[in-house]
């Protein structure tokens, strides 16, 4: 085969690979906040923002609590991100409340809180909506989330975010500054046990909707004082996500500066390892040397199956010259026995 033809089987493996790489992919909707992941629920476009934006750096490691308390450093930001049902071990309560009473401010972002935290700080925690993909597919109905916190920086905002985002609420909050609260319904003889009636930073108060329930403000994101340092706890971890921080960016913002003072390091201990490689359907190939060994066969086999199957398979047929017409040789012979007769015969009269 010409040179040309395997010119243009590989152009055409090019371009067929390219255009395979540009084909959109589907989304995986599962929080994995890892820090190479630039899925939905991945932490990829998080990173690179504050990475950025951090004026005393910002870094991510897989350290748990315990393992950055021994290190000697100075007081430091530390921020943890998780989803109830995504981890592989809870978060030491002790360990924690002992890191901010040393000077570090904590940002510890979860869908629900355990009792043992909750107990240690005289808090509540409830649920307020399970994520649902088809919710958030479907551009389900997004609630507002007030701002009523740190009023001496930053002015009462609003912000419209999913609902299926708002994984639960904190009440029992009196020992706390409240950052950000959302509105709900809630039983009247829940509010009044667990809700302040006024409190200062309630942007509406309470509303009667009927004898039963009321609307009351629940805190979604709040800051308590732990010994020299500060920890704030968050019931929105998927706000901190690639689809979160752009869906909602100003929010997330005001939280983060609250830890600009100081460097700050996100550990990502606390969820399941996660690797880019993972997304491919390859990856059980790939990650053993013998079944990867044995895919680079293959392919190579496939692309030479195609070359010589490109090939013309008939036999090809001789190019057949025409006859060669001897009649004027015959002619010029038979004209040449003539003459030497002729003059043979001169020569003998």
């Known amino acids: 085969m010409s040179r040309k033809f395997w010119l243009f089987i590989i152009a055409l493996l090019g371009f067929m690979l390219l255009l395979e790489y540009q084909m959109p992919r589907r989304f995986q909707w599962s929080p994995s906040f890892a820090h190479d992941d630039r899925q ?28 950055l308390a021994l290190e000697k450093s100075s007081p430091r930001a530390i921020v943890i991100l998780r989803h109830a049902g995504v981890y592989v071990e809870d978060v030491n309560t002790d360990t924690l409340l002992a890191l901010a009473a040393r000077g570090n401010r904590i940002l510890y972002a979860h869908s629900y809180f355990d009792d043992e935290l909750c107990d240690t700080l005289h808090i509540a925690c409830a649920s307020h909506a399970d994520y649902a993909f088809q919710k958030l597919v479907n551009q389900g109905r997004r609630d507002t989330l007030f701002w009523v916190g740190d009023t001496l920086r930053y002015p009462s905002a609003s912000y419209m975010v999913n609902e299926s985002l708002i994984s639960a609420c904190l009440s029992d909050t009196a020992t706390t500054e409240p950052l950000a609260v959302i509105h709900d319904w809630e039983n009247r003889e829940f509010a009044s046990e667990h809700v302040d009636v006024n409190p200062h930073w309630a942007t509406d108060g309470w509303t009667k909707r009927d004898s039963a329930k009321i609307k009351v403000p629940e805190v979604v994101a709040l800051s308590c004082r ?33 830890l600009k003072p100081l460097p700050v390091v996100r550990t990502e201990a606390y969820m399941p390892h996660y690797d880019a490689a993972e997304s491919s359907p390859f990856r059980e190939l790939l990650c053993r040397p ?8 293959v392919l190579l086999g496939v692309v030479l199956l195609m070359g010589f199957n490109a090939r013309r398979r008939q036999r090809a047929i001789p190019v057949e010259e025409p006859p ?14 003539q003459y030497l007769k002729t003059k043979k015969n001169n020569n003998t009269h």
């Open 290 to 297: 013998p079944l990867r060994w044995a895919l680079y066969l």
């Open 40 to 67: 939905p629920f991945g932490c990829y476009v998080f990173d690179s923002i504050f990475a950025q934006q951090m004026p005393r750096g910002y870094s991510v490691c897989r350290k748990s609590l315990s393992q």
């Open 226 to 258: 732990v010994g020299r340092g500060e920890l704030i706890l968050v019931t929105t971890p998927l706000l901190f996500t690639n689809y979160g921080v752009l869906d909602c960016p100003a929010y997330v913002h005001r939280l983060m500066n609250r």
């Open 324 to 337: 060669r017409n001897y009649q004027l040789d015959f002619i010029r012979h038979i004209g040449t026995l």
